[in-house]
């Protein structure tokens, strides 16, 4: 998913942006950049907003009831 693509979807600003994909600021704003001085995202990119994008929708998409559940509850602790 492109940044556009992502930006059109989401309310989000281009500092939310550089941190859901851990680039600096100047990075995302080079990617929306015309000309000599664009960046284009690379792949991996691309791929973290398409996942992000694919969570968030799945948990605005989660029923209120198991939301609500979910919150009650205290976290799990994962071993790794």
Same mark, same amino acid.
């Given at each position: 998913?492109?940044?556009?693509?992502?930006?059109?979807?989401?309310?989000?600003?281009?500092?939310?942006?550089?941190?859901?994909?851990?680039?600096?600021?100047?990075?995302?704003?080079?990617?929306?950049?015309?000309?000599? *001085?664009?960046? !284009?995202?690379? @792949?991996?990119?691309? %791929? =973290?907003?398409?996942?992000?994008?694919?969570?968030?929708?799945?948990?605005?998409?989660?029923?209120? *009831?198991?939301? !609500?559940?979910? @919150?009650?509850?205290? %976290? =799990?602790?994962?071993?790794?």
């Amino acid at each position: 998913m492109t940044p556009e693509e992502f930006l059109s979807l989401w309310d989000v600003s281009r500092e939310e942006l550089a941190k859901l994909c851990g680039k600096s600021l100047s990075t995302v704003n080079h990617w929306f950049s015309r000309g000599v *001085h664009r960046i !284009e995202p690379s @792949e991996d990119d691309q %791929r =973290r907003l398409a996942e992000i994008h694919a969570f968030w929708t799945q948990f605005e998409n989660e029923p209120k *009831h198991l939301r !609500e559940i979910f @919150e009650a509850k205290p %976290r =799990r602790r994962y071993q790794k």
